[in-house]
């Protein structure tokens, strides 16, 4: 894995966090409008940048798009990643 | 229903093999107050719990929890990979190797199986929540002991990383607690015993 693929990883894995970390607030926080913008505009960060991940590296999940073929088996597995 | 991402939740990154660690890191793998432990509790007990922010609140933690199993998996791999049945028995994890190989098996941090008896679900809603407080900061507890027994940075970030998440988590339950009571008071007033 190439050092900007691996950027470009890290931090499509510290959004997938925020927005985890903000809808795990939400649910004892429901009436929280900051918390709410915070995590909306997080969640569109998130897909935009899974969007552009995918489209240059490959599949993260069964539910992306793949080229032929069939992609998902040959992204890199989480435990054998080099961080 | 779930869906796997082919990414971890926090990066694990070690400087080198080590065996010992590898073997103490078990206990939350698949000791009493594991990961693994705490993601089948909080999945498990979601069913009758009243209201729906303790029913979010189980959910998506259980979910978060069993992500951090995989951490814990990719951590114990990392710091074993690579190495010679002789340097696993050194280690004391030949009769791991013995009964597993190299592979990874939900058991303690001395060989003993993971068991459905380390959890428990009750319908009452303030038990549950109480039981899932305390799991909290059992957990948190080893993960300090564990970094007490590492000395690698990065092993020692990434445990450092799942303690604050117990510590999250505690505070998220006591919330939830305090919704619940709250709703029992008001609403849910009528119980059969
Ligand atoms: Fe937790």
Redesign the interface.
């Known amino acids: 894995m190439t050092r900007e693929q691996l950027e470009m ?2 931090e ?2 510290a959004l ?2 925020y927005v ?2 903000l ?3 939400l ?4 009436n929280n409008r900051q918390a709410l913008e915070d995590h909306n505009m997080t969640v569109r960060k998130y897909q935009d940048l899974k969007m552009d991940y995918v489209r240059r590296y490959g ?5 992306c798009v793949s080229e032929y073929p069939w992609q998902y088996i040959e ?5 054998e ?3 | 229903m779930w869906n796997y991402e082919k990414i971890l939740q926090y990066p694990v990154k070690v400087s080198k093999n080590d065996l010992e660690m590898a073997k103490y890191l078990y206990a939350q793998y698949g000791g009493p107050d594991s990961e693994l432990s705490a993601g089948i509790r909080y999945l498990t007990q979601r069913y009758f719990i009243p209201t729906d922010e303790a029913k979010a609140t189980l959910t998506e933690i259980g979910t978060e929890e069993l992500a951090h199993w995989e951490i814990l998996g990719t951590l114990i791999y990392k710091l074993t990979e690579g190495l010679p049945v002789q340097a696993l028995r050194d280690a004391g994890l030949g009769a791991h190797y013995a009964q597993h190989g190299k592979n990874l098996y939900p058991h303690d941090a001395a060989g003993v199986p993971w068991t459905a008896s380390y959890i428990q679900s009750h319908e009452d809603p303030i038990a549950t929540l109480h039981e899932n407080l305390a799991a909290e900061q059992k957990a948190r507890a080893t993960y300090e002991y564990l970094i007490n027994l590492s000395n690698d940075a990065g092993v020692i970030d990434t445990l450092s990383f799942l303690r604050e998440r117990e510590v999250v988590h505690f505070q998220r339950f006591g919330e939830t607690l305090d919704i619940v009571r709250d709703y029992l008071e008001n609403e849910g007033g009528r119980r059969d015993y």
């Open positions: 990883l890290k499509l894995m997938d966090f985890l970390e809808s795990l607030f649910n004892t926080h429901p599949p993260l999940c069964i539910g992204t890199a597995w989480p435990w990643i080099e961080y």
